[in-house]
């Protein structure tokens, strides 16, 4: 069982998420940001995080459907190594700028688990989908990030048959840090303003 809780406190106490305004590489403006990346400093964090991931992933028996794990640089690597290196698995790292893989790389008969740290518009996932299935003849069908800020791009990869698999979902992790008092009424409701404006542009 996925501990919400656990992973919500997390983020919150490792400084991953923060107030403020933001531009997003989607493009979107945002009034608060997440960054993962704060777990390189924090590694019983980031095995605890890790841990809590591949517990959901097991759960839906997305890892004994993987031969390999790709991950995006660069954010996605924080996540990506160590999930590959806890499960045993192999893994290769796709590069948006140089548009192939910076490490690594895949065969056509792979069963890939392509990992990001997390989801907006994901455009920038539909991307590297679409430059894989072009250069390597790969359909991706199974998509993990930690964080979906639900801002289409679950959406947009759910209409291409992309198996999405979230930790959390922003407005998950917003309720339950409103819940125990960790952010206040008028942060919760930053979150919940950008997200209904959002929504209603999907």
Not at 55 to 79: M, P, Q
Not at 156 to 172: D, F
């Amino acid at each position: 069982m996925v501990d919400l809780i656990k992973i919500s406190k997390l983020i919150y106490r490792t400084q991953i998420i923060s107030f403020g305004h933001y531009i997003l590489s989607s493009g979107l403006h945002s009034p608060y940001y997440l960054d993962f990346t704060m777990l390189s400093n924090k590694p019983s964090y980031l095995k605890t995080l890790i841990g809590e991931s591949i517990a959901y992933l097991d759960k839906l028996d997305v890892l004994d459907d993987t031969d390999k794990i790709v991950g995006i640089l660069d954010k996605g690597v924080v996540i990506a190594i160590p999930l590959a290196l806890e499960t045993g698995k192999p893994f290769a790292l796709y590069s948006l700028t140089k548009g192939d893989f910076s490490v690594g790389g895949i065969d056509v008969n792979d069963r890939i688990l392509l990992v990001d740290d997390m989801l907006s518009t994901g455009k920038t996932l539909c991307r590297v989908l679409d430059d894989i299935k072009e250069d390597y003849g790969v359909d991706v069908k199974n998509v993990f990030v930690v964080l979906d800020r639900e801002e289409g791009g679950f959406e947009r990869l759910t209409k291409r048959e992309v198996k999405v698999h979230r930790l959390v979902k922003i407005s998950e992790l917003a309720k339950i840090l409103k819940d125990y008092g960790i952010i206040s009424d008028e942060e919760y409701d930053i979150i919940e303003a950008h997200l209904n404006e959002v929504r209603s542009k999907i």
